[in-house]
């Protein structure tokens, strides 16, 4: 602390020539407000920096993304604000989302690998966890989701699930070989 002193001064005429002054510390409210604003601006910036999504919907629709979703899905927050979230996840995944919502809504969280459209209308993958968001009394408001992009691990999960099936197919043809021919039966 500075050791400055923040008080609230009021003054009211009591007469024509009478002034009171009345005056209260409030230090410590002015100190806590600078606190709290510190710490909203702090995690706002945490929010806007990340290379993760920051979703807030509410009824089936966006009401907040952090900047990161231009990155990620191609288009600013003013896109997606208002969107109703249908809009980016692919037709035949409408069922699992719907029970995700389901899931959200009955207080629970989830935590899924999937698809979503971007503002371009390619599909990308996505590593999403989802839970109820409550406002500041409490409240239950709609929900809150942090989206990871995925694309890269799924590309490498399946590049190793070729690998793995090109080798058993070399075991396969190797077995075979050595089953069926004269030298691999002399061995």
Not at 53 to 63: E, N, S, T
Not at 97 to 121: F, K, M, Y
Not at 155 to 181: H, K, P, T, W, Y
């Amino acid at each position: 602390s500075d050791g400055a002193r923040r008080y609230d001064l009021r003054a009211t005429r009591a007469g024509a020539d009478l002034l009171v002054v009345t005056w209260r510390d409030v230090t410590e409210r002015s100190q806590a407000a600078q606190r709290i604003a510190d710490a909203e601006r702090r995690y706002r910036l945490i929010a806007e920096n990340s290379g993760d999504v920051i979703l807030h919907g509410r009824d089936g629709r966006v009401v907040w993304v952090s900047p990161s979703v231009e990155e990620v899905l191609g288009a600013p927050p003013e896109h997606w604000v208002g969107q109703e979230l249908r809009v980016s996840i692919p037709a035949e995944d409408l069922a699992a989302h719907e029970d995700r919502v389901l899931t959200v809504a009955a207080g629970g969280t989830v935590h899924r690998r999937l698809q979503l459209v971007g503002a371009d209308g390619a599909t990308r993958w996505i590593d999403a966890r989802s839970k109820p968001f409550y406002d500041a009394a409490g409240r239950p408001d709609g929900f809150i989701s942090v989206l990871r992009p995925a694309d890269r691990d799924v590309a490498i999960e399946q590049e190793v699930e070729e690998a793995r099936r090109q080798q058993g197919l070399a075991d396969a043809c190797f077995r075979r070989s050595m089953d069926n021919a004269a030298v691999g039966m002399a061995l």
